[in-house]
Protein backbone atom coordinates (compact mmCIF):
# COMPACT_ATOMS: atom_id res chain seq x y z
CA UNK A 1 0.00 0.00 0.00
CA UNK A 2 1.43 3.82 -0.83
CA UNK A 3 -0.74 5.73 0.94
CA UNK A 4 0.21 7.70 3.55
CA UNK A 5 0.12 5.67 6.70
CA UNK A 6 -0.73 7.28 10.09
CA UNK A 7 -0.80 5.56 13.75
CA UNK A 8 -2.13 5.01 16.30
CA UNK A 9 -5.91 5.08 14.29
CA UNK A 10 -7.67 5.95 17.66
CA UNK A 11 -5.86 6.88 20.38
CA UNK A 12 -6.82 7.50 24.24
CA UNK A 13 -5.17 10.16 26.61
CA UNK A 14 -6.16 11.48 30.39
CA UNK A 15 -5.90 14.71 30.79
CA UNK A 16 -2.00 16.33 31.19
CA UNK A 17 -0.35 12.50 29.26
CA UNK A 18 1.46 13.12 25.94
CA UNK A 19 -0.11 12.47 22.45
CA UNK A 20 2.69 11.22 19.77
CA UNK A 21 1.00 10.58 17.05
CA UNK A 22 2.74 9.29 13.59
CA UNK A 23 2.58 9.82 9.83
CA UNK A 24 4.51 8.22 7.04
CA UNK A 25 4.29 10.04 3.68
CA UNK A 26 3.48 8.52 0.10
CA UNK A 27 6.20 6.51 -1.20
CA UNK A 28 8.61 9.36 -3.02
CA UNK A 29 6.62 12.44 -0.99
CA UNK A 30 9.10 14.62 0.68
CA UNK A 31 6.42 17.57 1.81
CA UNK A 32 4.05 16.61 5.14
CA UNK A 33 1.47 18.68 6.31
CA UNK A 34 -0.75 18.10 9.67
CA UNK A 35 -4.55 18.98 9.43
CA UNK A 36 -6.65 18.69 12.43
CA UNK A 37 -10.71 18.75 12.49
CA UNK A 38 -12.81 19.27 15.74
CA UNK A 39 -15.78 17.51 15.63
CA UNK A 40 -18.61 19.90 13.67
CA UNK A 41 -15.79 22.10 12.25
CA UNK A 42 -13.40 21.80 9.14
CA UNK A 43 -9.74 20.80 8.52
CA UNK A 44 -7.81 23.44 9.99
CA UNK A 45 -4.00 23.39 8.79
CA UNK A 46 -1.38 23.26 11.77
CA UNK A 47 1.99 22.63 9.82
CA UNK A 48 3.84 21.78 6.95
CA UNK A 49 7.40 20.20 7.15
CA UNK A 50 9.94 18.63 4.83
CA UNK A 51 12.84 16.35 5.90
CA UNK A 52 14.35 18.21 8.90
CA UNK A 53 12.99 21.15 8.65
CA UNK A 54 9.41 22.97 9.47
CA UNK A 55 8.45 25.08 6.85
CA UNK A 56 5.35 26.71 8.42
CA UNK A 57 3.78 26.27 11.39
CA UNK A 58 1.62 29.58 11.19
CA UNK A 59 -1.89 26.89 12.11
CA UNK A 60 0.29 25.16 15.48
CA UNK A 61 -0.70 26.45 19.21
CA UNK A 62 1.85 28.42 20.48
CA UNK A 63 2.22 25.78 23.80
CA UNK A 64 2.11 22.09 24.29
CA UNK A 65 2.49 20.96 20.45
CA UNK A 66 5.28 20.46 18.41
CA UNK A 67 6.06 18.52 15.20
CA UNK A 68 9.26 16.94 13.80
CA UNK A 69 10.26 15.34 10.42
CA UNK A 70 13.24 13.42 10.82
CA UNK A 71 15.86 12.43 7.87
CA UNK A 72 14.51 9.12 8.82
CA UNK A 73 11.84 7.79 10.20
CA UNK A 74 7.55 9.15 10.21
CA UNK A 75 6.90 12.69 10.88
CA UNK A 76 5.84 13.20 14.67
CA UNK A 77 2.83 15.25 15.77
CA UNK A 78 3.42 16.22 19.60
CA UNK A 79 1.03 17.27 22.18
CA UNK A 80 2.11 17.60 25.61
CA UNK A 81 -0.27 17.52 28.74
CA UNK A 82 -3.34 17.58 26.31
CA UNK A 83 -6.79 19.27 27.54
CA UNK A 84 -10.08 18.13 26.69
CA UNK A 85 -10.35 20.71 23.79
CA UNK A 86 -7.53 18.52 22.27
CA UNK A 87 -9.97 15.68 21.09
CA UNK A 88 -10.20 15.85 17.38
CA UNK A 89 -9.03 14.12 14.15
CA UNK A 90 -5.56 14.63 13.37
CA UNK A 91 -4.89 14.23 10.10
CA UNK A 92 -1.72 13.93 7.89
CA UNK A 93 -1.14 14.28 3.66
CA UNK A 94 1.82 14.67 1.48
CA UNK A 95 2.73 16.17 -1.30
CA UNK A 96 5.65 15.58 -3.61
CA UNK A 97 5.42 18.99 -5.44
CA UNK A 98 7.91 21.71 -5.31
CA UNK A 99 6.07 24.43 -7.26
CA UNK A 100 2.91 24.83 -8.65
CA UNK A 101 -0.43 23.78 -7.08
CA UNK A 102 0.11 20.55 -5.33
CA UNK A 103 -2.10 17.56 -4.60
CA UNK A 104 -2.27 16.71 -0.96
CA UNK A 105 -2.71 13.06 -0.20
CA UNK A 106 -4.43 12.44 3.08
CA UNK A 107 -4.35 9.72 5.54
CA UNK A 108 -6.98 7.79 7.15
CA UNK A 109 -6.65 9.81 10.48
CA UNK A 110 -5.49 9.43 14.20
CA UNK A 111 -8.86 10.26 16.85
CA UNK A 112 -7.91 11.24 19.70
CA UNK A 113 -10.40 11.31 22.56
CA UNK A 114 -9.02 12.87 25.98
CA UNK A 115 -10.62 11.78 28.95
CA UNK B 1 -7.16 36.12 5.09
CA UNK B 2 -8.17 33.21 2.93
CA UNK B 3 -12.03 31.96 2.81
CA UNK B 4 -13.76 29.45 1.72
CA UNK B 5 -17.50 28.68 1.99
CA UNK B 6 -19.57 25.76 0.55
CA UNK B 7 -22.99 25.36 0.11
CA UNK B 8 -25.34 23.93 0.91
CA UNK B 9 -24.45 22.50 4.41
CA UNK B 10 -26.32 19.30 3.77
CA UNK B 11 -27.78 17.97 0.76
CA UNK B 12 -30.34 15.45 0.10
CA UNK B 13 -31.07 13.83 -2.97
CA UNK B 14 -32.88 10.65 -4.73
CA UNK B 15 -30.81 8.60 -7.03
CA UNK B 16 -30.72 9.75 -10.48
CA UNK B 17 -31.80 13.51 -9.51
CA UNK B 18 -29.03 15.62 -11.02
CA UNK B 19 -27.28 18.87 -8.51
CA UNK B 20 -24.60 20.88 -7.77
CA UNK B 21 -22.34 21.82 -4.97
CA UNK B 22 -21.39 25.69 -4.61
CA UNK B 23 -17.69 26.65 -3.16
CA UNK B 24 -17.46 30.46 -3.04
CA UNK B 25 -13.40 31.39 -2.40
CA UNK B 26 -11.62 34.69 -1.65
CA UNK B 27 -7.97 34.50 -1.94
CA UNK B 28 -4.87 36.55 -2.47
CA UNK B 29 -3.87 35.09 -5.75
CA UNK B 30 -5.40 31.29 -6.57
CA UNK B 31 -2.44 29.13 -6.61
CA UNK B 32 -4.71 26.06 -7.40
CA UNK B 33 -8.29 24.73 -6.09
CA UNK B 34 -9.21 21.33 -4.87
CA UNK B 35 -12.28 19.25 -4.23
CA UNK B 36 -12.21 15.92 -1.85
CA UNK B 37 -14.59 13.46 -1.19
CA UNK B 38 -14.70 12.28 2.69
CA UNK B 39 -16.62 9.39 4.16
CA UNK B 40 -17.42 9.15 7.86
CA UNK B 41 -14.11 8.37 10.20
CA UNK B 42 -12.25 8.53 6.80
CA UNK B 43 -9.46 11.00 5.57
CA UNK B 44 -10.16 13.64 2.67
CA UNK B 45 -9.78 11.30 -0.74
CA UNK B 46 -8.39 13.49 -3.52
CA UNK B 47 -10.71 14.24 -6.52
CA UNK B 48 -9.36 17.81 -8.92
CA UNK B 49 -7.56 20.19 -9.11
CA UNK B 50 -8.52 23.18 -10.66
CA UNK B 51 -5.80 26.06 -11.50
CA UNK B 52 -7.70 28.91 -13.86
CA UNK B 53 -11.12 30.05 -14.25
CA UNK B 54 -12.91 28.55 -17.03
CA UNK B 55 -11.53 24.84 -16.08
CA UNK B 56 -13.55 22.01 -16.13
CA UNK B 57 -12.45 18.87 -15.04
CA UNK B 58 -14.63 15.41 -15.10
CA UNK B 59 -14.78 11.70 -13.31
CA UNK B 60 -17.41 9.39 -13.75
CA UNK B 61 -20.87 11.21 -12.12
CA UNK B 62 -18.74 14.23 -11.20
CA UNK B 63 -17.42 17.45 -12.92
CA UNK B 64 -15.82 20.32 -11.37
CA UNK B 65 -15.99 23.88 -12.65
CA UNK B 66 -14.06 27.29 -11.84
CA UNK B 67 -14.98 30.66 -12.17
CA UNK B 68 -12.74 33.78 -10.25
CA UNK B 69 -14.95 33.54 -7.74
CA UNK B 70 -16.22 30.11 -7.03
CA UNK B 71 -16.35 26.83 -8.03
CA UNK B 72 -19.35 24.18 -8.64
CA UNK B 73 -19.50 20.30 -8.49
CA UNK B 74 -22.07 19.18 -10.22
CA UNK B 75 -23.17 15.47 -9.76
CA UNK B 76 -24.80 14.19 -12.52
CA UNK B 77 -27.38 10.94 -11.90
CA UNK B 78 -26.05 10.17 -8.63
CA UNK B 79 -26.03 6.81 -6.91
CA UNK B 80 -26.04 5.73 -3.15
CA UNK B 81 -22.45 4.98 -3.60
CA UNK B 82 -21.88 8.96 -3.56
CA UNK B 83 -22.95 9.73 -0.33
CA UNK B 84 -19.95 11.91 1.32
CA UNK B 85 -19.25 14.83 2.38
CA UNK B 86 -17.61 16.84 -0.38
CA UNK B 87 -14.59 19.32 0.73
CA UNK B 88 -13.52 22.63 -1.04
CA UNK B 89 -10.15 23.55 -0.61
CA UNK B 90 -7.87 26.50 -1.72
CA UNK B 91 -3.94 27.50 -1.93
CA UNK B 92 -3.10 30.78 -2.60
CA UNK B 93 -0.48 31.69 -4.75
CA UNK B 94 2.62 33.28 -2.66
CA UNK B 95 3.75 30.22 -2.28
CA UNK B 96 2.09 29.37 1.20
CA UNK B 97 1.46 25.25 0.47
CA UNK B 98 -1.32 25.27 3.67
CA UNK B 99 -4.84 24.20 2.29
CA UNK B 100 -7.90 26.51 3.53
CA UNK B 101 -10.61 24.51 3.80
CA UNK B 102 -14.47 24.54 3.94
CA UNK B 103 -16.82 23.36 6.37
CA UNK B 104 -18.18 20.80 3.83
CA UNK B 105 -21.32 19.63 2.07
CA UNK B 106 -23.11 16.57 3.46
CA UNK B 107 -24.45 14.66 0.84
CA UNK B 108 -27.04 11.54 0.84
CA UNK B 109 -28.74 10.24 -2.01
CA UNK B 110 -31.42 8.11 -1.35
CA UNK B 111 -32.24 4.60 -3.80
Known amino acids: NAGVMQNPRHLVRRRGQEARLRCSPMKGHSHVYWYRQLPEEGLKFMVYLQKENIIDESGMPKERFSAEFPKEGPSILRIQQVVRGDSAAYFC?????????????FGPGTRLTVT | EDQVTQSPEALRLQEGESSSLNCSYTVSGLRGLFWYRQDPGKGPEFLFT???AGEEKEKERLKATLTKKESFLHITAPKPEDSATYLCAVQERTGRRALTFGSGTRLQVQP
Open chain 1, 93 to 105: ASSSKAGGPDEQY
Open chain 2, 50 to 52: LYS
